[in-house]
């Protein structure tokens, strides 16, 4: 409880904080006239839908990850607990992650420090995904000169174009190697550091315990007994994550005002991610300046317009999970309910 209330109050000010700079050099009075612009249709439905099923997805695909506690997992247990895991993350900031393991243990027996290790590997896989997304994003980006210089200046254009000569990949590279070695070495060392009854002793054995929930994660790969079902789930995850940002372009006619399409859909949902890697509640005020700064720097989408589209998807998402979490929820425990009897 302490720990959450440490998280509360990191985030609230960074959610503030993101808001404001959102906020500072908009007419407030021209974003309320954007949303008197915004047109109804049919991507109202198709977005919703595309967002539920990403959750479906998700919740599929991290029960593949568990191993030999397939038997004991029930189906409905996962997607309601992909839903409250979501939830909680609206109210405290990666809460969410733990609070959807222990809901699963809870319900279908399981062990919780093994589910939290198929979450952890979840992680590292998505990383690995937004890395492909951020490396497609830095070769669109590169290739349009004007673009690059537009963002980082004409100085730092010439240092983005040395970073992706061959040179730098090579260096690139021997760091990883070097950085592999250091970590095998800082492990030696954190455990003969265990053994010393001391405040670094402590720290040490905290350390090794994290970095071993971290490697029992990654070695739930082994686990996973359907390798082209779990490659399938994961393409079709971040296709509705692209289609996600697509279809509410439907909402200004972006895609013939300003010329955005599928391409322009997968940039802007990778630099929104990272606003929602951020620590801030439910990625209030960051997801709406990284999107907002994403439309206007790179498309020439006004801000009060792009702001406008920031507020109306992640209102949207969230009355969907706090509307869908309790229906799930419920039909979880009636099913279970129904089994047992």
Avoid at 29 to 44: D, H, M, P, T
Avoid at 89 to 98: A, T
Avoid at 286 to 292: E, L, P
Wanted: aromatic share 14%; hydrophobic share 55%; net charge positive.
């Amino acid at each position: 409880m302490k720990q959450n209330w440490k998280t509360i109050a990191i985030s609230i000010p960074i959610g503030g904080l993101f808001l404001w700079l959102a906020f500072r050099n908009v007419d407030l009075n021209e974003v309320l006239s954007s949303f008197g612009k915004i047109e109804k249709g049919w991507w109202i439905f198709w977005f919703l839908l595309v967002s539920v099923s990403s959750y479906l997805i998700r919740a599929e695909r991290w029960m593949l990850l568990i191993g030999e506690d397939r038997t004991k997992a029930h189906r409905s247990s996962f997607v309601a607990g992909t839903f409250f895991g979501y939830m909680m993350n609206y109210i405290i900031p990666r809460l969410g992650e733990v609070s959807r393991c222990m809901y699963v243990s809870k319900k279908d027996e399981i062990s919780a420090v093994s589910l939290i290790g198929t979450v952890v590997l979840e992680r590292v896989i998505d990383t690995l995904m937004l890395l492909i997304m951020v490396a497609f994003l830095f070769v669109y980006v590169i290739t349009e000169q004007e673009t690059v210089v537009r963002l980082f200046g004409t100085e730092n254009a010439e240092l983005i174009n040395k970073i992706g000569s061959f040179e730098s990949i090579f260096v690139g590279l021997a760091i990883l190697v070097a950085v592999y070695f250091l970590f095998k070495a800082g492990m030696s060392l954190l455990k003969k550091m265990e053994t010393k009854e001391s405040v670094i002793g402590s720290f040490a054995k905290k350390t090794r315990g994290l970095i071993s929930v971290f490697s029992t994660g990654l070695s739930n790969i082994k686990k996973v007994h359907n390798w082209p079902y779990f490659i399938v789930l994961t393409v079709l995850l971040w296709t509705c994550y692209i289609m996600m940002a697509y279809i509410p372009f439907y909402m200004f006619s972006m895609q013939e005002v300003y010329h955005l399409g599928i391409a322009d859909s997968a940039i802007l949902m990778v630099l929104a991610a990272v606003g929602v890697a951020l620590p801030s509640p439910g990625a209030i005020g960051t997801y709406h300046w990284f999107v907002t700064q994403t439309l206007f720097v790179l498309y020439n989408v006004p801000e009060s317009v792009g702001l406008a589209y920031a507020f109306v998807t992640h209102s949207a998402m969230l009355l969907l999970v706090m509307g869908l979490t309790p229906i799930f929820l419920f039909i979880n425990t009636f099913i279970l309910r129904k089994k047992n009897r």
